[in-house]
């Protein structure tokens, strides 16, 4: 049976790797069958999941989570398996179990139903769960990651560029060259990157790199390649937001590969960060919490 969110209280140096600074979360590990996952929250009232992108964790939302927060929400930070803080007794991946996680660890915290805000990985869950349970899912907000019934065109295959060396990663080689300014319009800060990619001294995170890939980002790149969401129809509404610098997915190519969303969507609207690219949290978060709240207020 699944247990509560256990309180491991917010002082950085109870966890190793100590957690990298944000004031006004609350850190937790929820317990459920096989995972224990760090879970960091803020504020009260309606729930906002927020899935984070590789190679972040919780951390990435420290500027909107207290914002978002702020307006009346209670903010659920989760880092995904094989990630952050979270233990796995299975270091496996399946294409589906980052989306099962988020279920069970909703459940064990009561949430039957979420606004969710999910960038690159953490949007393949969200995406998941938009179209297999839809009933979970009050609003969606997809960042830098487009839609399930996205047309397939090869002007976006530049978006796979990185995938080749996160296949044959090795322990100990620098993950830093991710945040280049090909992914990233503002330089950041060694400080900032340290408090990415600090917790990947885990060995257990450390070795998931060549295992998420494979297990679940190739394969669900696969399925969206060939069509497999177009066969469904997405039910939540979802806000789909990219950086007006992120190459494969300027805006040109972005409308061009969701153009017939009014057959494929009940309600699916698209947004462009101006000075943006992949790293849109980092890049202009102001910007982003702005359009987080407005679809939260238009579609919720």
Excluded at 130 to 145: G, I, N, W
Excluded at 152 to 167: G, I, N
Excluded at 221 to 249: C, E, I, K, N, W
């Amino acid at each position: 049976m699944d247990t509560p969110a256990i309180p491991q209280g917010s002082v950085q140096g109870a966890w190793s790797p100590a957690l990298p600074e944000a004031e006004g979360f609350r850190h937790s590990m929820v317990q459920t069958r096989g995972l224990r996952t760090h879970v960091a929250e803020i504020g009260e009232g309606e729930p906002v999941v927020m899935l984070h992108g590789f190679p972040e964790h919780w951390w990435q939302w420290r500027a909107i989570a207290p914002a978002i927060a702020a307006r009346g929400y209670r903010v659920i930070c989760p880092d995904l398996r094989g990630s952050g803080w979270t233990e796995a007794a299975d270091p496996s991946f399946g294409p589906d179990s980052q989306r099962d996680d988020v279920i069970a660890v909703l459940d064990a915290l009561g949430i039957r139903r979420a606004h969710f805000v999910c960038h690159d990985m953490g949007a393949i869950s969200g995406m998941q769960i938009s179209y297999l349970q839809p009933q979970r899912v009050r609003t969606m907000v997809q960042l830098s990651v487009p839609p399930g019934f996205m047309l397939f065109t090869p002007k976006v295959v530049p978006a796979f560029a990185h995938m080749p060396a996160l296949l044959l990663h090795r322990r100990g080689r620098s993950l830093k060259g991710l945040f280049s300014p090909r992914y990233a319009t503002r330089q950041l800060s060694d400080a900032t990157i340290d408090g990415y990619l600090r917790v990947h001294d885990r060995a257990e995170v450390e070795n998931a790199v060549t295992a998420l890939y494979r297990g679940m980002v190739i394969p669900v790149s696969l399925r969206l390649m060939s069509g497999h969401y177009r066969r469904m129809r997405l039910q939540p509404r979802t806000l789909a937001v990219f950086g007006r610098q992120d190459g494969p997915f300027a805006e040109p190519i972005a409308r061009h590969i969701c153009r017939d969303h009014e057959r494929r969507a009940d309600r699916f609207e698209l947004a462009f960060v101006d000075d943006a690219a992949h790293f849109l949290t980092d890049d202009a978060p102001e910007a982003v919490t702005a359009l987080i709240l407005d679809w939260f207020e238009r579609a919720g």
